[in-house]
């Protein structure tokens, strides 16, 4: 139903099959993709909105020489001693603030976890000054944390954790990335000139692409129905390519290691994963590091130098639950995450300073690559700013196609319960005939 294609009026087998099966799809990810595409096409811009709702944040007046990036952690920790640094930006734009996240550190006197209303704080980089903090992973819509919160709805729901598990959100989305690529497929199939009548191709004179024709088009004055039809069918149709292309690298995106990756690696050799043979930490706790990040960047330095990497280092992260440092590389001018082909990274570990692996962009085996390139190509960033607007626009369309598809359900749906009472009502014959009081002779009505 979400991809936006429907079956004709004339239906072998075969094709009333396959409606039913695009049918209860639809129904099943309709909800599901309205969320999605909605939110997609806001995703497009999440950091220019986020800027402008919250430019107490992002924006500093100072002008003059950055701090150390440790300074700045140091400096957030003495800000709140409850807290440790997990993240550390590297680089800096004028008058823009630096961005770093936090993970609570242990209670003496409890034994547990400090309780935190935030994990992300903001900086000024010329002073160290704490601007303000958020908690990115906040279920609000208030401005401090809109964009967080679309931005982890488009791919969770927002979906708790439990069960010791954090990542139900993401399975959830990606199965039904799985129903909705499927389901292209046979809203496809569907809009084709069904088979019974090639049988008549030799009298109507028409080509099978003369009959395939109308699907793609949208008629005018043919009332509410079938424009609500012909636009589920005909933008299904030139949209079609692109639908494909989201509902994959959804699925992709969403279940990289529970099933792309496994499929990935039967067509072609992929590169073991940095957390391959590394046991998680439970959730909730961490592996200590030996080596801070002060140790750690100059590690990543020298070996980005004698790579000849001239991308600058642009953040550090501690992947506390499997004991590693992610070092990446990347210019902030031209945005700063695996959105684009700009990105690369040095995995190394947290206690001996070992190169666990790395991530350059368009290097590795051929499934290497084609990993790389699901994010950008799911937010259209591999086309610059064409394919933002490409991508924003084609949110829109996700969310069209499946309303319009709830609406064909349900008009057919009307339908099909009034055939059944008439053929009910013919089956079950004439009115009998109502007796009359005192035995007097009835009357037909």
């Known amino acids: 139903m979400a991809s936006g294609i429907a079956m004709t009026r004339r239906a072998g087998p075969a094709r009333v099959f396959w409606g039913a099966v695009h049918r209860w799809a639809g129904l099943a990810t309709a909800l599901f993709l309205i969320v999605s595409g909605l939110t997609g096409a806001v995703l497009s811009w999440e950091h220019d909105i986020d800027e ?55 209670d003496a006197a409890t034994g547990h976890l400090y309780k935190l209303d935030y994990n992300q704080v903001f900086v000024d980089p010329v002073t160290a000054k704490v601007l303000g903090k958020r908690d990115s992973r906040a279920v609000s819509l208030s401005l401090r944390n809109l964009m967080p919160f679309v931005h982890r709805l488009h791919y969770t729901l927002h979906v708790p954790p439990f069960w010791g598990n954090d990542r139900w959100g993401e399975w959830l989305m990606g199965g039904v990335a799985l129903i909705w690529l499927f389901d292209s497929m046979v809203g496809f199939y569907l809009t084709l000139p069904a088979s019974h009548q090639r049988r008549d191709k030799a009298a109507s004179g028409k080509s099978w692409w003369t009959r395939w024709q109308p699907a793609w088009r949208v008629r005018r004055g043919a009332g509410s129905y079938k424009l609500n039809f012909d636009l589920h069918r005909a933008f299904g149709l030139w949209t079609w390519g692109v639908l494909v292309i989201l509902s994959f690298t959804s699925f992709s995106i969403n279940l990289r290691q529970e099933v792309f990756e496994p499929l990935l690696s039967m067509v072609s ?31 990543a330095r020298a070996e980005a130098q004698q790579r000849g990497w001239t991308t600058p280092m642009s953040g550090i992260f501690y992947n506390a639950r499997y004991g590693f440092y992610n070092v990446s590389f990347f210019d902030r001018a031209i945005g700063g995450d695996a959105s684009n082909m700009n990105l690369s990274n040095l995995y190394i570990d947290a206690q001996d300073l070992r190169l666990l692996g790395d991530n350059e962009p368009w290097v590795g085996t051929a499934a290497d690559v084609f990993g790389q390139l699901q994010l950008p190509l799911h937010s259209g960033r591999i086309l610059g700013l064409p394919g933002r607007l490409l991508m924003s626009a084609m949110g829109l369309v996700v969310a069209m196609l499946s309303v319009t598809g709830l609406v064909i359900w349900w008009r057919k749906r009307g339908g099909r319960r009034a055939a059944k009472a008439t053929r009910v009502s013919e089956a079950a014959g004439p009115s009998p005939v109502q007796p009359t009081h005192l035995g007097a002779r009835a009357r037909p009505r």
């Open 269 to 299: 050799k992929k590169s073991p994963s940095v957390t391959a043979g590394r046991p998680a930490a439970p959730l909730g706790s961490v592996v200590p590091a030996r080596y801070d990040f002060e140790a750690v960047i100059a590690r």
């Open 52 to 106: 402008w709702l919250n430019a107490d944040l992002f924006k500093v007046e100072s002008r003059g020489h950055y701090r150390q990036p440790t300074d700045m952690a140091a400096a957030i920790q003495a800000w709140d001693p409850r807290v440790t640094v997990s993240y550390l930006s590297l680089s800096y734009q004028e008058g823009h603030s630096a961005t770093f996240f936090v993970r609570p550190n242990k």
